[in-house]
């Protein structure tokens, strides 16, 4: 009969063990997987803001002479990612493919014009830099026009914006349902060893040294959470650079060691003050109200 009962107390315990590591392992893999978000929402949105094209169309009188002294001048300029030199025989060739039709013929002349595709460090695509951006360039005698996406610019920001608030409220909140969670489940690994604590504290030893071995265990019970949620992290993170290369998140090393040092640290601190509570609650207790 006691033997039964103590299989049954051992596998109770090893279910107690089990959802706690998982709650810590699901806790931390959310917040650090928010943690890489937030870290990298700069690199993120810079990559969506860079893919944005200005177009920069140049008046039929340029000479190729001109061409080459503009580029080489934009191409010195702190705000140029890159940029690419468009003839206004191969934008006619495109267009032709689109719109199956060769307009060209029909014409008698190609009405296009020469242009360079450029695209901007995402620093700089921002509504007021990027306009001062394009004024410099309509300054220019030999520029016709410029154009770009002014209501995507607008979206890209304020979207950006919005989201990385929304992440940070909702780290916020994630980190306080973890504590709840966590020291829910501690609470009831806790609690299945209510008169121990109780017998212990009978005999003279003392809240600290009661409490001791409850908190180590549940830092362990932490320590091997937060191994799972990092590789998860990890795995998660290689996903998603193999996905969006040009992020480069595997390389970016820095970011990587904050994520995975915040998971160690936050899962050993959630679960040494859970557990600091959870057997302060027991050790308040009179004996007959543990039953």
Do not use: C
């Not at 190609?110 to 995402?122: E, R, V, W």
């Not at 504290?201 to 937060?226: D, E, H």
């Amino acid at each position: 009969m006691s033997n039964s009962y103590e299989k049954f107390q051992k596998r109770r315990l090893i279910s107690s063990y089990f959802s706690v590591i998982l709650s810590i392992f699901l806790v931390l893999f959310l917040l650090g997987s928010l943690g890489m978000f937030v870290i990298n929402a700069e690199k993120i949105s810079n990559t969506f803001k860079e893919n944005i094209p200005m177009t920069i169309f140049f008046k039929d009188a340029i000479s190729d002479e001109d061409l080459e002294k503009l580029q080489v001048e934009i191409q010195t300029q702190d705000y140029l990612k890159d940029v690419t030199f468009v003839h206004k025989d191969s934008a006619a060739e495109e267009h032709q493919k689109t719109l199956g039709e060769n307009f060209v013929h029909f014409l008698g002349y190609n009405p296009l014009q020469h242009s360079f595709d450029i695209h901007l460090h995402g620093a700089y695509v921002q509504k007021d830099s990027i306009k001062n951006i394009e004024l410099t360039f309509k300054e220019n005698p030999l520029v016709e026009d410029v154009i770009y996406d002014q209501e995507l610019v607008s979206l890209v920001n304020d979207n950006v914006e919005r989201v990385t608030s929304w992440v940070l409220i909702i780290s916020a909140a994630f980190a306080l349902i973890s504590m709840l969670l966590i020291n829910s489940s501690l609470r009831l690994s806790v609690y299945s060893n209510r008169f121990i604590i109780k017998t212990m504290q009978m005999v003279g030893a003392t809240k600290s040294f009661i409490r001791r071995p409850f908190i180590l265990r549940s830092i362990n019970l932490g320590l091997i959470g937060s191994v799972l949620a990092a590789i998860a992290v990890l795995l998660l993170t290689y996903y998603v650079d193999k996905q969006l290369p040009t992020l480069e998140l595997m390389s970016d090393y820095r970011a990587l060691g904050i994520v995975i040092a915040g998971i160690f640290i936050v899962g050993i601190i959630i679960t040494w003050i859970s557990t600091y509570f959870a057997t302060q609650r027991f050790l308040n207790l009179k004996s007959d109200d543990l039953y």
